[in-house]
């Protein structure tokens, strides 16, 4: 059975930091393109960022390039989302999910951390 478990959110205020984490087990780790999303009180759940199942390739949204940074750890079987400058508008439940070879849909999901940024 897959399981994808986020860690490390919290409140923080404007211009801080947070790290997330996100283990996974029952899977083979290395085999899946990992992504977070993150989904703000009445909106839809949007894209974050996303590294690829070897790590060589990173992408993120326009709304946080420059300010997060998506890495994993294979060897760990963790993704982790650095993130830096943060601002009210970052205020979300954050989700990490799996996709299969980075192929179509993500197959596997978190159930989410939230994340709070007071201004």
């Known amino acids: 059975q897959v399981h994808l478990v986020e860690f490390g959110g919290g409140l923080v205020q404007t211009g801080g930091s947070l790290r997330l984490s996100c283990a996974a087990s029952g899977l083979t780790f290395s085999t899946y393109a990992m992504g977070w999303f993150r989904q703000a009180p009445g909106k839809e759940r949007e894209f974050v960022a996303a590294v690829s199942y070897t790590g060589g390739s990173t992408t993120y949204a326009d709304s946080v390039k420059g300010r997060f940074t998506v890495s994993r750890d294979n060897a760990k079987n963790t993704v982790l989302l650095q993130m830096n400058s943060l601002k009210p508008e970052d205020t979300a439940v954050y989700y990490c999910?799996?996709?299969?070879?980075?192929?179509?849909?993500?197959?596997?999901w978190g159930q989410g951390t939230q994340v709070t940024v007071s201004s």
């Open positions: 999910a799996a996709n299969y070879y980075g192929a179509g849909t993500y197959d596997y």
